[in-house]
């Protein structure tokens, strides 16, 4: 073990099996499974809260359960097309049978989040509902998805940082404890990581989530978009910071660029994670301001 480092859990990626299938559940699938649970009986309970939204409820409780079933396609669809065309879109021109090989893992957020925006544009133009309000009862759930997606990521492993001499450097196992060249975090040819998915699941989890929660409880969501908003500043700067301490992925990584930047401005340079980060940030500015321009739900103008 190197000193003050920590050692991977032993946590089999696999939640279960299923018996006489021989089927593996892993923790991955179950926390997209939990995630949209959760966010769905929370969206149920906001639609039966209209107090809430300095009123009338946006959409009745019972149509949230359809509403669903638009979003899990949006989640699906989006989440991989992106990781397609943003994070290996060379490999699957070559290979595009891959592409609808989803349980070989490759899914992305910005894709995912693409999606579900386009599925709820979508299913509350189809309904004739209010789009800003039904977009900021999503927003508000979407960091529980978030945090259960990043602590899978760490019991896979997969998406570990940077090597790091901190104390709460992980050892994760085979690829990443291999790897560090010499780096911060390499004692004895082993290699300590920041956990990188662990700060990405509480700031974007935790800490935007109860940001975001705090704000309802002062009449956010009597202001359509501005949860909306919150949420895309809250997610971009999250991502785009902890992106400093992730190793980039592989597929960007060449011996003239170790770091595995996309756009270059001498020696520094913008991931892919943040380069997409960086338009969320700005559109979730419009939305703030757009929103706090207009009188609360339910006050005179």
Same mark, same amino acid.
């Given at each position: 073990?190197?000193?003050?480092?920590?050692? /991977?859990?032993?946590?089999?990626?696999?939640?279960?099996?299923?018996? +006489?299938?021989?089927?593996?559940?892993?923790?991955?699938?179950?926390?997209?499974?939990?995630?949209?649970?959760?966010?769905? *009986?929370?969206?149920?309970?906001?639609?039966?809260?209209?107090?809430?939204?300095?009123?009338?409820?946006?959409?009745? #409780?019972?149509?949230? =359960?359809?509403?669903?079933?638009?979003?899990?396609?949006?989640? %699906?669809? +989006? &989440?991989?097309?992106?990781?397609? @065309?943003?994070?290996?879109?060379?490999?699957?021109?070559? $290979?595009?049978? =891959?592409?609808?090989?989803?349980?070989?893992? &490759?899914?992305? /957020?910005?894709?995912?989040?693409?999606?579900?925006?386009? #599925?709820?544009?979508?299913?509350?133009?189809?309904?004739? @509902?209010?789009?800003?309000?039904?977009?900021?009862?999503? #927003?508000?759930?979407?960091?529980?998805?978030?945090? @259960?997606?990043?602590?899978?990521?760490?019991?896979?492993?997969?998406?570990? &940082? $940077?090597?790091?001499?901190?104390?709460?450097?992980?050892? /994760?196992?085979? =690829?990443?404890?291999?790897?560090?060249?010499?780096?911060?975090? *390499?004692?004895? !040819?082993?290699?300590?990581? $920041?956990?990188? *998915?662990?700060?990405?699941?509480?700031? =974007?989890?935790?800490?935007? +989530? %109860?940001?975001?929660?705090?704000?309802?409880?002062?009449?956010?969501?009597?202001?359509?978009?501005?949860?909306?908003?919150?949420? @895309? %500043? !809250?997610?971009?700067?999250?991502?785009? /910071?902890?992106?400093?301490?992730?190793?980039?992925?592989?597929?960007?990584?060449?011996?003239?660029?170790?770091? !595995?930047?996309?756009?270059?401005? +001498?020696?520094?340079?913008?991931?892919?994670?943040?380069?997409?980060?960086?338009?969320? %940030?700005?559109?979730?500015?419009?939305?703030?301001?757009?929103?706090?321009?207009?009188?609360?739900?339910?006050?005179?103008?």
């Amino acid at each position: 073990m190197l000193p003050l480092a920590i050692d /991977f859990p032993q946590i089999d990626p696999n939640a279960f099996v299923i018996p +006489g299938l021989n089927l593996p559940i892993r923790w991955y699938a179950l926390a997209y499974i939990a995630g949209l649970l959760a966010g769905w *009986q929370i969206i149920v309970a906001l639609m039966k809260a209209p107090r809430l939204w300095g009123g009338q409820a946006p959409m009745p #409780a019972k149509q949230v =359960e359809d509403l669903l079933t638009w979003v899990i396609v949006g989640v %699906i669809l +989006g &989440g991989r097309l992106g990781f397609v @065309l943003f994070y290996d879109f060379g490999w699957y021109l070559a $290979h595009p049978l =891959e592409i609808f090989m989803v349980w070989k893992g &490759g899914m992305a /957020f910005h894709g995912g989040f693409l999606g579900v925006v386009v #599925a709820v544009w979508l299913y509350c133009r189809r309904h004739g @509902l209010a789009v800003w309000s039904i977009g900021d009862a999503a #927003a508000l759930v979407a960091p529980i998805g978030l945090l @259960l997606g990043r602590i899978a990521n760490f019991i896979k492993p997969e998406l570990w &940082g $940077h090597p790091t001499d901190m104390p709460w450097g992980v050892i /994760f196992p085979g =690829e990443a404890a291999q790897t560090c060249l010499g780096l911060a975090g *390499q004692v004895d !040819g082993m290699c300590a990581r $920041h956990p990188s *998915q662990l700060y990405e699941g509480g700031l =974007e989890g935790i800490v935007l +989530g %109860i940001l975001l929660w705090i704000l309802v409880s002062r009449g956010l969501l009597r202001r359509p978009g501005g949860a909306c908003g919150i949420f @895309l %500043i !809250g997610y971009g700067c999250s991502r785009a /910071f902890v992106e400093l301490f992730r190793q980039a992925d592989p597929q960007f990584v060449t011996p003239t660029d170790p770091m !595995g930047y996309v756009v270059q401005f +001498g020696q520094y340079g913008l991931s892919m994670g943040q380069l997409l980060s960086l338009p969320m %940030i700005a559109i979730g500015i419009v939305l703030v301001l757009r929103a706090l321009r207009r009188p609360k739900v339910g006050t005179a103008a």
